[in-house]
């Protein structure tokens, strides 16, 4: 559990250091799009053969990368979106 906390943190830190531009994101946040990256990343690896969801293998942590990167750009949209109607 505690290095699926710490994998999710380093693949969403990832993820902020390749999207360009500054995310206003805090650590919870960067944490629980690293978590849901990499569970994305995992289920994918997974279907197309290359490990378990739960075990960290190249594939798997270079999606997960990508999902993260996916997720805070969405999470961006949102936040904004939020911010302009109030």
């Keep these: ?3 699926f906390l710490v994998a999710g943190l380093i693949i969403g830190a990832l993820a ?15 944490l629980g799009l ?6 994305i ?7 197309f053969g290359t490990g378990d969801i739960w075990e ?3 594939i798997g942590f ?3 990368v990508i999902a993260a990167v996916l ?11 939020n911010k302009s109607a109030g």
């Design 1 to 3: 559990m505690l290095g």
């Design 16 to 30: 902020r250091l390749i999207k360009p531009g500054k995310q206003d994101l805090g650590l919870l946040a960067t």
């Design 34 to 39: 690293g978590l849901v990256g990499s569970l």
């Design 41 to 47: 990343g995992g289920v994918i690896a997974q279907f």
């Design 56 to 58: 960290l293998n190249v």
């Design 62 to 64: 270079v999606l997960a």
């Design 71 to 81: 997720l805070i750009g969405v999470a961006e949209s949102v936040a904004g979106r």
